[in-house]
């Protein structure tokens, strides 16, 4: 099997159930932001996998439904009846689960009050880079939806922002308990 066939050499993309549009539209933006959090989300897991293994469970989590939030956005927005929930259409119970999992992180390790400087740990700073990629493939969610480039369900703009405090957690969980502060401390 040939996994190139030429059609994106005129500078467009398919979407999911047909259609194409041009490689630098903000729906595509949006699923290259998509993308690389869940490639950094690999390398994340990979840190944490000898030493964390069931939070590389939730991480592997997390990448299969960042894949489920890019289908819902991707879809051609004549094939969107044909999305199934939990596989290319985001649901409510997705983004609660993340909730769920952010409310148990915190109980286990409340946060500090201050902003922290990330890269106590290689997992820790993993996840803070993981962080900032769902950080931008949000805000290029929120262009493709002023733009009205395509239907953006609350559902997948809620999973994006609950991702990236799950994921903001879920480092600091992974990092010392003194991670240095943004600033100096005064007395």
């Known amino acids: 099997m040939r996994i190139y066939t030429g059609l994106g050499d005129d500078g467009s993309t398919g ?30 897991r990979a840190a944490a996998s ?12 997390v990448q299969r439904a960042l894949f489920v ?18 596989i290319s259409l985001m649901t409510d119970h997705l983004v ?30 993993a996840l803070d880079v993981a962080r900032t990629a769902v950080r931008r493939a949000e805000r290029r969610l929120v262009t493709v939806a002023r733009l009205d480039v395509a239907p ?16 903001y957690v879920l480092a600091r969980r992974t990092a010392p308990e003194e991670e240095p502060l943004s600033h100096e401390a005064t007395g």
């Open 15 to 44: 979407l999911l159930f047909g259609g194409r549009v041009t490689k630098d539209s903000a729906l595509v933006e949006f699923a290259g932001a998509v993308d690389e959090a869940v490639a950094l989300l690999g390398v994340a």
């Open 96 to 125: 609660a689960s993340v909730e769920e999992a952010i409310d148990a992180s915190t109980a286990e390790r409340p946060l500090r009050t201050a902003f922290v400087v990330p890269g106590g740990t290689p997992e820790s700073a």
């Open 50 to 61: 000898e030493a964390w293994p069931e939070l590389a469970g939730e991480l592997l989590t």
């Open 69 to 86: 939030a890019a289908a819902d956005v991707m879809a051609n927005p004549a094939g969107r009846d044909r999305l199934v929930p939990g």
């Open 152 to 167: 953006v369900s609350s559902a997948v703009l809620r999973y994006l922002n609950r991702v990236s405090d799950l994921l």
